[in-house]
Each structure stands twice: as C-alpha cells, then as structure tokens.
C-alpha cells in the first residue's frame, strides 16, 4: 500500500509540473500577443507579413501565423 500511495504521489507530481509548464507557456503566448497589439502588429502573420484570419485569431488569440504558414 505505501508504495502505491508513493507512485500516486509521484505521478501527482510530475502531472503537476507538465500543467505548470504548459501554463507558463500559455501565459508566455498571451504576453508576446499583447506586446503585438502594443507595437501594432496583432494579426500579422510573422512568417510572411500577410494577414491573419479573423477566425483564426478568433479561435487562437496568441496567434502567430497565419493557416498557409502554421502549416
């Protein structure tokens, strides 16, 4: 029993630390996102300076790329 309660534990860990990185890794996308709208470049695709979608940038806010280059 103690060693199950410790590989819970363990696996309880490690699925915190993935959901942490991951939250930062969002956060990071949400504040590159607002320094785009801040410098006037929000839906601008930064692989080919072409637009992008509205219901692209409505679906994924953060947004970098455009469909035909997010391939």
């Known amino acids: 029993p103690d060693g199950v309660v410790q590989a819970s534990a363990e696996g309880a860990a490690r699925l915190l630390a993935d959901l942490t990185e991951r939250e930062g890794a969002e956060v990071a996308e949400i504040d590159a996102a607002l320094a785009r709208i801040g410098r006037g ?3 601008t695709c930064l692989s080919c300076g072409g637009p992008v979608e509205p219901g692209r940038l ?3 806010p953060e947004a970098r790329l455009c469909l035909a280059c997010s391939g």
């Open 58 to 60: 409505k679906a994924i």
């Open 41 to 43: 470049t929000y839906g």
